[in-house]
């Protein structure tokens, strides 16, 4: 493998533009590559920084979608580009865009599939023809991109032209930058059908001096590899063969049915190459004459001796250059074949056909030639073959329309004259004895048929299961190599797509028949990879302490501090009694304060020294001295509150968060009754619609479910906190902070809960250990900071758990 790059005429050891993996194996079975050329359309700032991120995005597409189709994989890694760049753009004047044009390659096996977003290039020679994607034509005389492309980073939508083949060792690709398929167009382009890539790096920097291309790029892959080839089409190429062979054992008059037969149908086929090729060959290719100028698009006064010498006489029978259908969809094979009317006929070899056929009618009616009973016998044996192979190779594959393989309907490029020629045995066979037929040859015939048959099923079948423990075992150190990968990277992102790959390896494995103890084995060691990788502490101390009732439908069930006690609201009011077990009830539903019924509570706090509830017109105060509740009505805009998901009290007063509305409403300390104040006045109004948990210590912390922290102080946004953490938070439930305390706790949506610092920084992350009760649908978290136990609400469960110490200062997560 080569690469050539060129900026502003200074030669460079790579591009950014161009991602490549090692090509050593590449057509290899069990290979798997990526590559990859993008080409800026316009030269804006970051476009190089935009570059690498994009290519590594798609690296990371196709790690983490390699247990998919190839064809669906590099849709999604497409999409997943330009969806980036679309939202890179958004912030961007029009002037400043970054668009690019892609090619991808990605080969597996020895299949390679190629999308391609214009503009961009690439050139693939196999069997000494050239395949240029697009042709190389339509760079002629055009500096712009055409009006109807859609280069990535342009629209939303993306529509990749796709193509498929099949690689073997001697082939040829080529990824090159569209101002340097420009001269390659004006240039011979032998050496890209050699199979040589740094020959093909020395023409190309010939070009770029000959041409003086200033800015320039890209790389020739050359499939060297001696395993390349080969593939499931073996089993077929195998049938075709032994057909072949059958034929020639055939009797000399069937052979020659068949043959006629065989060939009126191939004459009936258009193989011309009109018929193959829509492109652009070399004799529609204008010619090069002696002193021919470059195009305005090069630098005047290149030195061009050498490149432009006269067409050959033969030039007519020279192969395509390349082509690419109109709407992109297909890839037709270079290689001309045709069928030669005038070709004499084959002479025979022994009798006449007309005297055999007469010496066979003479030997009467119900006697049959020694050549037909054989004739007969290979046919019953081939019809056999045939349907046990349709029953058992074959058996899922319908007669129209073909099986989707991968490529989305695209047909392969076919590989030609790379069958072995059988003899001809018509002399042979129109001397083979002639003996009588009876039941006895029948029956010896038809036993004979039911043993080939037989034991062609068992080895049918014995492949299908060597193959399958093959599938297996290679599925399974996919999985391990993976795995072992990840633990080598630093940036937890690509780890985490690394494991992911391992377990859809593992699970590929398993529904192929990976023995079930062996595949927990690996999963268990790719969990511990994962929790190493994002830094993911266990939790082995988790104490179940007793189910709580279900709060009521609308209502947000919560958990806080009071004098060193636990108050649990859901249904009703409680406290966790001194022996950790109990819960009291101090206030429910039922209950009659001031006259009347309490009615349904919508949350409750920790107030001016005792606990506070509300319902939607009046707040409930407990009074220690008399340890009675006493009712005040609640200032509302004219309706009941409802949609209340947190409450705090703080120096007497009673603040609630209202996300239905997007504000914070404080009422002031002995004034319950007048209407509450909006204590942000608009501010972050749409932020707080999203709002999940709110806690004050004199600031005021407000936990949204994307887990952003909003830091208000006099009712001012002061800050907002990212916490960033792999894999991120997408479902924040719970926040929970203590005055004077230098540390948060988050709870989210993956059954966890997030130590951080007051600044947002991620320290800890934990996760329940085995053995333990898990973390799952947690609704709300107190942490004692000092004494490090938290105490988490779940839908039907109080749970205490013992946090580690905090890591010491300068080795957050």
Partial sequence: MAVVAIDAGRLLDDSPFLSLDPADDLGCRGSRHVFAILEPVDDVPGVESAAREVLDLIHEEMARRGGQSPTAALLAAVEAANGWLCAANVDRPLTHRLRFGLTLLVARDDDLYLAQVPPSQVLIGQEGVLYAFPSLETWRGRHRLDETAQPLGQFPEIEPELYHTRIERG??????????????????????????????????????????????????IAVTAAGAGGGQHSQISFLRRAAEVFSHLLPEETARRFQSRAKQSHEALDLSPQGVHTGVTPVDAPDIEPGYAAPDEFAAGADQVGWNGPLEDDQDDAPVVGFSGSDGAFWVPGARYGVDRDAAAPEWDGDEPLAEAESDADDGEGRRTLSELLAGAVLALSAAVVGVWQLTVSRDRPVVPPRDDGTLGLPRLHRYADRPRMPDLAGVRSRLPRVPAGRLTGA????????????????????????REARIEQLFQEAVEFRQQAAQLTVPIAAQAHLEAAESRIQLALESGLDQARAEQELAAIATARDQALGIQRLTNIQLLGGVPAAPEGVSPRIFFGNGQLYVFTDALYRLDSDGETLVRLLAPEDVVGGEPVGTLLGAAWGDGSPVAFSGTAAFLFDPTTATWQRQPLGTFGTPYSGIVQSNGYAGNLYLLSPGSGQILKFAAGAFGQQPEDWTAGLAANDLMSAVDMEIDGRIYVLLADGRILDFYMSALDHTYTPSVTPAIRDAVALSAQAGRPYMYVADGENRLLRLTRDGAVVQQFMAGSGVPELANIRDIAVDDVLGVAYVLTDQALLQVRLPAPPQEGATH
């Fill in 444 to 467: 010896v015939t038809l036993i004979l048929v039911l043993c080939l048959a037989g034991a062609l099923v068992f080895s049918v079948q014995s492949s299908r299961a060597r193959a």
């Fill in 171 to 220: 082939d040829m690709i080529t990824l090159v930058s569209t101002g340097l398929a420009r001269a390659i167009d004006l240039a011979p382009q032998d050496v890209f059908v050699e199979g040589d890539a740094a020959a093909v790096a020395e023409h190309l920097v010939g070009l770029i001096e000959t041409f003086g291309v200033s800015d320039a790029y890209g790389a020739a």
